[in-house]
């Protein structure tokens, strides 16, 4: 790759549009990137507009970041061909159920020597077996991926205030490329080796953050959460172990990918809040994320759901009983009441 390198971000949700703002503000004072950066948007009408219009003229994407411009030079577009189109530099944040055919219409349009790098937070379960995300769209486009991953709210981060992140690249110039490209005063890059662990912790997370939620939504206070995050991270060690190929420690889980995220996803994300809602009113989680999220995603219930059919092959749901708890009481009628007693019996206390 030469001169000004051309990025596109592939999806404009809560967290896109947040990471949107960031780019397009470093690309514009930049001379290793094109200051014009194409983002692809799921097309919608609000209100009577196309919400790639509203984008293109307000510079704001009043469904799911609200309140917050986005810089003039980051461009709605969308279609996924003509989005990616030139791209040097391709930017996954899509909830992860969409990524398997948005890469199928990609996959001949796409620079030999692009390079990609995922911010999805979620695992797949293909016909061979779980996969992480950033695995599957290296094998559908062929291009050399990273990912990033840490304790990112995005409206906190829109709003700029400090928090750090984690991206993980087992190449080295890649990893400098993303951090020139995404680091602000206030969003702070450690660069890592171990990329399978940083990604794993960003989608294993989710599933404790449920089980956080349903702490609270059933008025358990602050040590009974507290014991929800260190069990739940200790399944989250025991699984990269079992899962990942490569390399696995525990410095990794000290970076913000590991247990920051899982804080800040246990105290303030989504998924707890909607658990929490679960356990409260006993409605189902379909029927809550569509009356709480305003077309945003869940991800730990199905996390859960792709962890345990991994688990029950291989005959190690016993192992994790908290992964398990998540998966049985949202998909399984296994009572939320329940809950409790995953963390009495739990392995590490036998
Ligand atoms: N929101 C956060 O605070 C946050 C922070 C860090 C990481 N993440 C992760 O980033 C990823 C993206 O999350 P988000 O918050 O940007 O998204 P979101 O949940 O806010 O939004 C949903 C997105 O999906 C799109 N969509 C809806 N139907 C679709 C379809 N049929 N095909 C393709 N796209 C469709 C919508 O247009 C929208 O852009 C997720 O993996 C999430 O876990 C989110």
């Not at 949700?13 to 514009?28: D, E, P």
Request: some cysteine; glycine content about 8%; aromatic content about 6%.
């Amino acid at each position: 790759m030469s001169g000004r390198k051309m990025v596109s971000i592939v999806g404009s949700g809560n967290w896109g549009s947040a990471i949107a703002m960031i780019i397009g503000k470093n690309t514009a004072k930049s001379t290793h990137f094109d200051p014009k950066v194409k983002m692809w948007v799921y097309e919608e009408i609000i209100n009577g507009r196309k919400l790639t219009d509203i984008i293109n003229t307000d510079h704001e994407n009043v469904k799911y970041l609200p309140g917050h411009k986005l810089p003039e030079n980051v461009i709605a577009v969308p279609d996924i061909v003509e989005a990616s189109d030139g791209a040097d530099i391709l930017v996954f944040v899509l909830p992860h159920q969409f990524i398997g055919p948005l890469c199928d219409k990609m996959k001949n349009n796409v620079k030999d020597n692009a390079i990609g790098i995922s911010l999805i937070k979620g695992i797949d379960e293909g016909p061979d077996g779980l996969k992480l995300i950033s695995h599957i769209i290296h094998e559908k486009l062929g291009i050399e991926m990273s990912v990033l991953m840490g304790a990112n709210i995005a409206k906190e981060v829109a709003d700029e205030k400090f928090c750090e992140t984690t991206i993980g690249s087992k190449n080295k110039t890649h990893g400098e490329i993303f951090k020139n490209l995404m680091q602000t005063p206030n969003f702070r890059i450690n660069v890592v080796e171990e990329c399978d662990t940083v990604e794993l912790c960003g989608a294993l997370k989710n599933i404790v953050a449920v089980g956080a939620g349903f702490c609270d939504g059933l008025n358990f206070g602050d040590n009974t959460k507290a014991a929800v995050i260190r069990l739940g991270l200790m399944e989250m060690v025991a699984f990269a172990k079992f899962f990942s190929e490569g390399p696995v420690t525990s410095a990794t889980f000290l970076e913000s990918c590991g247990i920051a995220d899982l804080i800040t996803t246990c105290y303030g994300g989504r998924n707890r809040r909607v658990a929490e809602a679960f356990a409260r009113t006993g409605k189902s989680i379909e029927e809550l994320e569509k009356e709480m999220l305003n077309g945003q995603k869940l991800q730990g219930p199905q996390t859960s759901a792709e962890v345990h059919k991994l688990l029950k092959q291989k005959n190690l749901v016993n192992n994790f009983p908290l992964f398990a708890a998540v998966y049985e009481i949202c998909y399984e009628c296994r009572p939320v009441g329940d809950f409790v007693t995953c963390l009495q019996n739990h392995p590490e206390h036998q």
